[in-house]
C-alpha cells in the first residue's frame, strides 16, 4: 500500500501544504490576512474570531469560490 507523504513548502512567509488548492494570489491574500489577524488577536482565547476575520474577508473578495 502507497503512503502519502505530506509535503510543506514556504510560501510568502508561510508553511504551506504543496501543491496548494488554490491560486497563488489566493493563497497570498490568506496567508496575509491570517499574519494580520493573528498579530492583533491572541491565537488561544480568540481563534475563533481569527477564523471569522479570514473567511469574512476572503468571503467579501473571492466570493463565491475560494
Do not use: C, N, R
Not at 501543491?19 to 488561544?44: C, G, N, Q, R, Y
Request: a negative charge; proline letters at 6%; hydrophobic letters at 35%.
Amino acid at each position: 500500500m502507497e503512503q502519502k507523504t505530506q509535503k510543506w513548502k514556504p510560501f510568502k512567509g508561510a508553511k504551506v501544504d504543496w501543491p496548494a488548492d488554490m491560486p497563488d494570489d489566493m493563497l497570498e491574500e490568506a496567508i496575509t490576512v491570517s499574519k494580520k489577524a493573528l498579530e492583533e488577536h491572541d491565537f488561544e482565547s480568540e481563534g475563533v474570531q481569527i477564523a471569522q476575520i479570514v473567511k469574512q474577508h476572503m468571503d467579501e473578495k473571492f466570493q463565491p469560490y475560494w
